[in-house]
């Protein structure tokens, strides 16, 4: 089973930026697509991104199209979470799982990190 650990969360100003890391450890990275979520105080997790280590395909949540943006280091088995134009509303604990091929489906997204907050302030 992958070991997930997120890390580079932290507190930013609106319209700033913060690059978020996923490093997978205990299996092959490229047997998993790895997928970020976050989970404001009130809210359900929702999904923001994920990406395919075979192939790099990727999706993104409406919400962040255009400003973030995911991808792998495979050498380093670490995905990382660019973000950018961050707004109040990015506010949320940002966790990275891995499922067994890429979905937007947080069901199916079996092994989790612990989880990285992100706090945007105006």
């Known amino acids: 089973e992958v070991q997930l650990v997120e890390s580079g969360g932290g507190l930013v100003q609106a319209g700033g930026s913060l690059r978020l890391s996923c490093a997978a450890s205990?299996?092959?990275?490229?047997?998993?697509?790895i997928g970020w979520f976050r989970q404001a105080p009130g809210k359900e997790r929702e999904g923001v991104s994920c990406?395919?280590?075979?192939?790099?395909?990727?999706h993104y949540a409406d919400s962040v199209k255009g400003r973030f943006t995911i991808s792998s280091d495979n050498a380093k088995n670490t995905v990382y979470l660019q973000m950018k134009s961050l707004k109040r509303e990015d506010t949320a604990v940002y966790y990275c799982a891995a499922a067994p091929s890429i979905t937007r489906m947080i069901s199916e997204y079996d092994s989790w990190g612990q989880g990285t907050q992100v706090t945007v302030s105006s």
């Open positions: 205990g299996a092959s990275f490229d047997d998993y697509a």
């Open positions: 990406i395919s280590s075979s192939d790099g395909s990727t």
